[in-house]
């Protein structure tokens, strides 16, 4: 049976990652948020430029060009979506913070509950609407 909770695993873990330590630095980067973006990622020496790196996960916009023309559209979601995933929930969390004035919990936080917006503008708290 595996020894210690999740979170002294991923601080165990975070000791060996000087790149996951300075996205910690962030608002709204927690440990589990920092130490998957720089797993997932790799070593940043094998991007060339920072727009590899933000294709990597399709964060670039599809581009439909045409002699003079040129369109960009939407993003072309070509890579993992988490990597796509981590960076918005850390931005949502840091401007909830801003927002209410409060400190910025990290995402992995487990005692931290997320109240979501549903798509007619009405708060909900995630749990299924019944009948």
């Known amino acids: 049976m595996p020894s210690g909770s999740l979170a002294s695993k991923l601080k ?38 920072g727009m590899q790196v933000a294709s990597y996960p399709g964060l670039v916009p599809l581009e439909e060009s045409s002699g003079n023309r040129r369109r960009l559209g939407h993003i072309t979601k070509q890579g993992s979506s988490m990597l796509r995933f981590l960076p918005v929930e850390a931005a949502q969390v840091t401007v909830r913070s801003l927002r209410t004035g409060a400190q910025v919990p990290p995402p992995d936080d487990a005692t931290w509950t997320e109240d979501r917006q549903g798509r007619d503008g009405t ?9």
Do not use: N, Y
């Open 12 to 49: 165990r873990a975070i000791r060996w990652r000087p790149e996951a330590q300075r996205l910690m630095t962030h608002p709204g980067v927690g440990a589990l948020t920092a130490l998957s973006f720089v797993l997932i990622i790799g070593k940043a020496e094998r991007f060339r430029c």
């Open 123 to 131: 708060e909900t708290d995630g749990s299924p609407v019944s009948g």
